[in-house]
């Protein structure tokens, strides 16, 4: 099947009226705003935080606690913060989020920036992003595009929907509409 650039544009045109509709106006912005070279270690711990607890997850249902959770995280002060209350911040998180794993998962996470260092770990990430990010607990293949997407990499995010989206319209990838889509307007 060829790749149908019209039929791909009138769903993104459908997709962005939508996205307006729906006041999601912002997200936009932000993902537009996010420069990748510049993440912060809080960015870094809280974006994976959220990646982490969305995966299999909807998003509505984590967005519902995440405020409580990074409230439990020290607010993603940094790791060492939340390190020298590791235990308290998975304890009191668990209040909102039942997902044990996933919590301890976080905390992992701040305990391996804070070993490595936050800077020498930026490093890497920014040489390899897609395979460095993969380290983190809860992050494979597929969430490590999500976190480098939030994290401000152009990058897209094959999730299910855009998959499916991509396949149905013919092209071989998420990326490949994606990247055509971003040709085409700019």
């Not at 920036?113 to 920014?126: A, C, P, Q, T, Y």
Request: charged share 25%; aromatic share 10%; net charge neutral.
């Amino acid at each position: 099947m060829r790749a149908d650039l019209t039929a791909a544009m009138n769903f993104f045109s459908r997709a962005c009226s939508y996205v307006e509709q729906a006041g999601l106006s912002g997200e936009v912005v932000w993902q537009r705003d996010a420069d990748f070279t510049e993440f912060t270690e809080s960015e870094l711990l809280r974006e994976h935080a959220w990646v982490a607890l969305c995966s299999g997850f909807r998003e509505s249902a984590v967005r519902r606690v995440f405020n409580h959770v990074s409230l439990c995280f020290c607010d993603w002060e940094s790791a060492d913060a939340i390190v020298s209350v590791g235990e308290i911040c998975c304890t009191t998180a668990a209040l909102t989020f039942a997902n044990r794993l996933k919590l301890r998962a976080i905390l992992s996470t701040a305990r391996y920036i804070n070993n490595i260092g936050f800077e020498e770990f930026k490093r890497s990430v920014l040489a390899d992003p897609i395979n460095r990010l993969q380290v983190l607990p809860f992050i494979g293949p597929v969430t490590s595009r999500h976190l480098a997407k939030n994290l401000g990499l152009d990058i897209a995010k094959p999730d299910r929907h855009l998959v499916r989206v991509s396949e149905r319209l013919g092209f071989r990838s998420a990326d490949d509409l994606c990247r055509e889509l971003a040709a085409t307007t700019g």
